[in-house]
């Protein structure tokens, strides 16, 4: 049966939001994990085994968490039970459609199914003691993954509650992590792989490293026989790595989330690049100027519902327009900005080619080149996919900026041709 639940405690320092259920004829509290930033959830029942898939969809689509104290083994197979039925919904709509939908309003109900989708499959919890440990037949040991997530002794003897889904992303992330990911540009194995954090985005799409990988370098200033370069918002620094491998003698490489520093700190580390590599926290650039800037930001201006989706969505743009605005000043006589985008913004209706075009010109900056890539993930030729039209177009492009020439006869920024 459901119970009511308390708000989250607030004071003047909030506190962290804390779930509480009937359970046994008792008031039961622990703390409540969301990456994303989510309230408790207000209606809670106990489910185990008994519960059937039809059942559990309809509380959670009613927005009742079921706390889970049966199989663990069952409790990944519900939630992928509740996953196939809410996936069957947009087929049958999609049946009904009379017209293709606009792209444009096709990404924005794409990413409201996303979000209602992750909020129904959220409502499935389990809790975790104090050691991070769960107490669930069958459960497997997530510990070591979770103290990786969230850091060690963070719930101060206390239980937790998380969703089964977000718990089993922390468990894939450990293994990401463990694990690592093959890059070709770094050489040959075992001594060429990154190894990626919970919430640093991994770098499975290969196109934007081919391209660093492969671009023309700009020449090493007089008298030196290597470039300095920095690496913006490097996340598992592996951009920094490449180029180090091309021949760069240095980089600076910076992030300003805490979890992206700790991550590429350690994969420089484990690459044995210390040396060449060093990881600061800034927003942005560092102090000084360097020959090559390389800046590979969030392709699409739109609001992350997350902070897992900090990589991908970025409210406005801001990253984009800050690297532009502050590229000239940082570049060193001769040297080159690098900005790795998607044109998907672009197909979306999101931004427009001139726009983007313009930016360079009001920052005195100039394209030198554009080197463009097809994309080869699995989503580019999935003709099921709500963005299929969209994403069988993308292309992925490095952008050679330099500083505009004094030529007070010199024209805006324009478009180079493609390599």
């Known amino acids: 049966m459901p119970f009511n639940l308390a708000q989250p405690v607030t004071d003047a320092a909030p506190l962290p939001p804390r779930l509480q259920w009937l359970e046994a004829d008792q008031t039961c509290a622990a703390l409540w994990r969301s990456e994303r930033g989510g309230a408790p959830p207000k209606r809670v029942v106990l489910a185990d085994d008994t519960l059937t898939a039809d059942s559990a969809y309809r509380h959670a689509c009613a927005g009742t968490a079921l706390l889970w104290r049966g199989d663990f083994h069952n409790a990944r197979q519900l939630l992928q039970a509740i996953a196939r039925r809410i996936d069957q919904v947009p087929k049958r709509k999609r049946v009904k459609a009379a017209q293709p939908i606009p792209i444009t309003e096709a990404f924005n109900l794409h990413r409201q199914a996303q979000a209602q989708r992750a909020r129904t499959l959220?409502?499935?919890?389990?809790?975790?003691?104090?050691?991070?440990?769960?107490?669930?037949?069958?459960?497997?040991?997530?510990?070591?993954?979770?103290?990786?997530?969230?850091?060690?002794?963070?719930?101060?003897?206390?239980?937790?509650?998380?969703?089964?889904?977000?718990?089993?992303?922390?468990?894939?992330?450990?293994e990401w992590r463990r694990v690592g990911v093959e890059i070709a540009a770094l050489g040959e194995a075992p001594n060429n792989r990154i190894h990626p954090h919970y919430g640093v985005f991994s770098p499975v799409r290969g196109e934007y490293i081919g391209l660093v990988a492969t671009a023309h370098l700009p020449k090493a200033p007089k008298g030196q026989s290597s470039i300095t370069a920095f690496d913006i918002g490097t996340g598992t620094g592996v951009l920094a790595a490449v180029l180090v491998q091309r021949g760069v003698s240095q980089v600076v490489a910076t992030e300003l989330e805490p979890r992206a520093l700790l991550c590429a700190r350690e994969n420089v580390a484990r690459l044995g690049l210390h040396d060449q590599i060093s990881v600061v926290q800034?927003?942005?650039?560092?102090?000084?100027?360097?020959?090559?800037?390389?800046?590979?930001?969030?392709?699409?201006?739109?609001?992350?519902?997350?902070?897992?989706?900090?990589?991908?969505?970025?409210?406005?743009?801001?990253?984009?327009?800050?690297?532009?605005?502050?590229?000239?000043?940082?570049l060193a006589p001769g040297g080159e900005g690098w900005l790795i985008l998607s044109n998907l913004a672009e197909l979306l209706g999101m931004r427009t080619r001139d726009d983007l075009l313009a930016a360079f010109g009001q920052h005195g900056l100039r394209v030198v080149s554009r080197i463009d890539a097809k994309p080869q993930h699995p989503k580019a030729n999935d003709t099921t996919d709500a963005l299929h039209q969209a994403r069988a177009q993308e292309v992925t492009s490095l952008w050679r900026l330099a500083v505009q020439k004094p030529d007070p006869a010199a024209g805006p920024a324009h478009e180079a041709a493609a390599d």
């Not at 609001?303 to 743009?317: H, I, M, T």
């Open 122 to 174: 959220g409502m499935l919890l389990v809790e975790l003691d104090a050691s991070y440990h769960v107490a669930l037949r069958r459960a497997p040991d997530v510990s070591v993954a979770c103290a990786e997530a969230w850091g060690e002794g963070q719930t101060e003897g206390e239980h937790s509650v998380v969703s089964l889904r977000e718990l089993l992303g922390v468990t894939s992330a450990h």
């Open 282 to 330: 800034a927003d942005l650039f560092p102090p000084g100027r360097a020959s090559l800037i390389v800046c590979n930001p969030p392709w699409l201006p739109a609001r992350p519902s997350s902070p897992l989706e900090r990589a991908v969505y970025d409210e406005n743009g801001q990253m984009l327009k800050g690297f532009l605005a502050g590229l000239a000043e940082h």
